[in-house]
């Protein structure tokens, strides 16, 4: 993830999300989420995205950079349990690294939508602990988690989920 990505990101969460050379599951097992299609717009922000469906289960997320081309991620749903987890990473531009970030949502009631971005604490622990294959780069250091899908997820659902994830922001349909 380069660092503009980054800037955002620390300014939305409270700290920076962990970086994963894997998805959860494969696209292709997945299916859209159809209640996330469509524009939405952050409740208490400017930030707006336009998620549309593309084949094989993959979501498109077009994030609008004023005065450029709107950066894209792509992604498709995990679910753990309950828990509804996008494997998104970014594709074009100058934020494409291949690297996937893992977001939960959640729609309420109220038809908003609220996501939070895995945190990079518990992982850089397992990390360095050798609990799980990873590397921690740059500076203060992306925790970039290469291990296998199954290890990673044997190691959320071994996790308290309040400590996985920082919230990012709430979102409402335009």
């Given at each position: 993830?380069?660092?503009?990505?980054?800037?955002l990101?620390?300014?939305?969460?409270?700290c920076?999300?962990?970086?994963?050379?894997?998805?959860?599951?494969?696209?292709?097992?997945?299916?859209?989420?159809?209640?996330?299609?469509?524009?939405?717009?952050?409740?208490?922000?400017?930030?707006?995205?336009?998620?549309?469906?593309?084949?094989?289960?993959?979501?498109?997320?077009?994030?609008?950079?004023?005065?450029?081309?709107?950066?894209?991620?792509?992604?498709?749903?995990?679910?753990?349990?309950?828990?509804?987890?996008?494997?998104?990473?970014?594709?074009?531009?100058?934020?494409?690294?291949?690297?996937?970030?893992?977001?939960?949502?959640?729609?309420?009631?109220?038809?908003?939508?609220?996501?939070?971005?895995?945190?990079?604490?518990?992982?850089?622990?397992?990390?360095?602990?050798?609990?799980?294959?990873?590397?921690?780069?740059?500076?203060?250091?992306?925790?970039?988690?290469?291990?296998t899908?199954?290890?990673?997820?044997?190691?959320?659902?071994?996790?308290?989920?309040?400590?996985?994830?920082?919230?990012?922001?709430?979102?409402?349909?335009?």
């Amino acid at each position: 993830m380069r660092t503009r990505l980054k800037v955002l990101l620390l300014l939305l969460a409270s700290c920076a999300p962990a970086e994963f050379t894997n998805p959860l599951t494969p696209p292709g097992k997945a299916s859209p989420d159809k209640a996330l299609l469509g524009t939405w717009k952050e409740v208490d922000g400017s930030l707006s995205v336009e998620i549309s469906s593309r084949a094989g289960g993959v979501m498109d997320f077009a994030i609008p950079v004023k005065g450029r081309e709107p950066q894209h991620f792509e992604g498709h749903v995990t679910m753990l349990g309950a828990t509804k987890v996008l494997n998104l990473r970014a594709v074009g531009g100058e934020l494409e690294s291949g690297r996937y970030l893992y977001a939960r949502y959640e729609l309420g009631a109220d038809g908003l939508v609220t996501f939070w971005l895995m945190r990079d604490s518990a992982f850089r622990k397992a990390v360095e602990s050798g609990a799980l294959a990873g590397r921690s780069t740059g500076s203060p250091g992306s925790l970039i988690v290469s291990d296998t899908p199954e290890n990673v997820l044997r190691f959320i659902k071994a996790q308290k989920s309040d400590e996985l994830w920082d919230k990012l922001a709430v979102f409402r349909k335009t």
